[in-house]
Nanobody, 122 residues
Framework: QLQLVESGGGLVQPGGSLRLSCTAS???????IGWFRQAPGKEREGVAC????????YYAESVKGRFAISRGNANNTVYLQMNSQKPEDTGVYSC????????????????WGQGTQVTVSS
């Protein structure tokens, strides 16, 4: 079984930066890792995804140019660098694994982390 753990969340002012980590208990191999976020009373949305097999990345339009997803050299860690943060970036961020990237749905993401809170506020 695969276990995922997120870390790096916290409180940041608008315009600031945070880096989230998603660490897996096993080598991610050919998995894809997606980051999702959810604010209270709002639907969950896909933020970014990386395919570990070829390194291809995908982003929601709302975060393009501000966020960057990357993989660590140990093949069991994925990062989400968040720059120029806005209040609307606030939410619980979770990482999840499936066989290929798709940010339009949570379907087929079999493994999920516990989530980490990100709050962007002045």
């Amino acid at each position: 079984q695969l276990q995922l753990v997120e870390s790096g969340g916290g409180l940041v002012q608008p315009g600031g930066s945070l880096r989230l980590s998603c660490t897996a208990s096993l080598s991610l191999g050919a998995y894809a890792i997606g980051w999702f976020r959810q604010a209270p009373g709002k639907e969950r949305e896909g933020v970014a995804c990386i395919s570990l097999s070829d390194g291809k990345t995908y982003y929601a339009e709302s975060v393009k140019g501000r966020f960057a997803i990357s993989r660590g050299n140990a093949n069991n860690t994925v990062y989400l660098q968040m720059n120029s943060q806005k209040p609307e970036d606030t939410g619980v961020y979770s990482c999840a694994a499936r066989l290929w990237c798709d940010l339009t749905t949570t379907d087929d993401y079999k493994y999920w982390g516990q989530g980490t809170q990100v709050t962007v506020s002045s």
